[in-house]
């Protein structure tokens, strides 16, 4: 049995439902009282992919520096994936997911150089108040580098398991084509967070 260990950063501009979108994939509950996040999250989620593979997701939720549209480098470091959201009924938070990719793909790449798989989501997709259209978010995500963008709900669960499952098997796939004998990001994952838990990082740096 192969046991990958993926790192998996989520970022977007605060309030488009990033904790709601994790609690809900680890834990299936959607809380409308779950706290805001103050720092880092780590989330663990295990997947048994195949019979021969088990996928380990550490997910990096962050908070608190979100206004700033850029995180440190440290939070990128050894991240193999990203998930980019937004809100559907909020232009300024899609708007700002450029900028999202943008620090991502400044401070986060495989070791070839080449940009780690991202996927752009559209959430709170149950709201009937939208402001984006499919159509703009199709353009953008295909000029902006992301795998595929999907609409999901954390309220609703529509499309949460299906949108992480389409960034691992992208991850995986990438990882599978990358030199072996090339130290990789992954060589920097914490083993320390091994955790099924949610578990507190302390503040970010
Ligand atoms: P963040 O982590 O990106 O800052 P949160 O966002 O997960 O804290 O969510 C921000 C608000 O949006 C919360 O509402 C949450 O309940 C709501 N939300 C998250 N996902 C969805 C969704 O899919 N649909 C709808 N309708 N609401 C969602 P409150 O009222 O607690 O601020
Ligand atoms: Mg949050």
Known sequence: MTEHLLKILVVGDGNVGKSSFVHRYVHGQFNKTYKMTVGVDFSVKLLHWSDKEKVRLQLWD?????????????????????????????????????????????????????????????????????????????????ANGFVTWMETSAKENKNIGEAMRR???????????????????????????????????????
């Open 167 to 205: 960034l691992v098997q992208e991850i995986l796939s990438v990882q599978s084509s990358l030199d072996p004998l090339q130290p990789g990001p992954q060589d920097s994952i914490h083993p320390q967070l091994d955790s099924e838990h949610n578990s507190r990082g302390g503040g970010c740096c």
């Open 62 to 142: 962050v908070a608190g520096q979100e206004r700033f549209i850029s995180m440190t480098r440290i939070y990128y470091k050894g991240a193999l994936g990203c998930v980019v959201m937004f809100d559907v009924t909020s232009l300024s938070s899609f708007l700002n997911c450029r900028h999202w990719k943008q620090d991502l793909d400044n401070k986060a790449m495989l070791h070839n150089g080449d940009s780690i798989p991202c996927i752009l989501l559209a959430n709170k997709c149950d709201l009937a108040q939208r402001v984006v259209s499919a159509d703009s978010i199709d353009t953008f995500s295909k």
